[in-house]
């Protein structure tokens, strides 16, 4: 199981290394940090959630230990999906907010304030879709079926990147490839 969560956590790192020469040409060294720093907004996402697909897990499994074959999905999944939702919302007005109040000559270092906001609400997006995807995920674990969820979550990843790579190859438009990204979180849930 160790090996499984190892490889689905090293896949996407490992995969975006390997692809980084390739955003860089394409994107531009500003393109390129504009997709970094929409990942690191995406990446503060993960306490949207308040630990709802770890609960999941627990919930799902501690079910199943009581004799529920389906793991109480049925109770746990509203509840965990429920407080996901509404950290997602938490988390998008503290960043609606955080962009209201930041100086301008803080925003003018960062970019055009128009191309902050993007990456804002890409973020936000993105935030929502990968919190209902945690969620499912923390149910596959419960079922302690760690191998399938790995499974699923590295496929996804790699046909995310192949995504990501078409989407930029094709038309080398910053807002189109992070409309692919949202569509890739959204495909992912």
Do not use: H, N
């Not at 950290?87 to 007005?93: D, K, Y």
């Not at 993007?118 to 919190?131: E, K, N, P, R």
């Not at 760690?146 to 995504?163: M, Q």
């Amino acid at each position: 199981q160790a090996g499984w969560a190892t490889l689905e956590y090293a896949s996407f790192p490992v995969l975006i290394l390997l692809v980084t020469p390739f955003f860089l040409g394409k994107l531009g060294e500003s393109g390129y940090g504009k997709w970094m720093l929409l990942m690191a907004l995406s990446g503060v996402g993960g306490l949207a959630g308040f630990g709802g697909g770890s609960a999941t897990t627990r919930e799902g499994s501690a079910e199943r230990g009581r004799g529920r074959p389906d793991g109480g999905a049925a109770t746990v999944v509203p509840s965990a999906l429920s407080v996901a939702l509404l950290g997602s919302v938490l988390v998008a007005l503290l960043y609606i907010l955080i962009w209201m109040l930041l100086p301008s000559e803080v925003s003018s270092k960062i970019g055009v304030e128009s191309d902050i906001f993007v990456l804002l609400l890409f973020s936000i997006v993105v935030i929502f879709f990968d919190q209902i995807d945690v969620v499912y995920t923390g149910v596959i674990r419960g079922f302690e079926r760690f191998d399938a969820g790995a499974r699923a979550e590295i496929v996804a990843k790699f046909c995310s990147v192949v995504l990501y790579i078409s989407v930029v190859s094709a038309t080398g438009v910053i807002e189109m490839f992070f409309l692919s990204i949202a569509g890739a979180a959204a495909a992912k849930a």
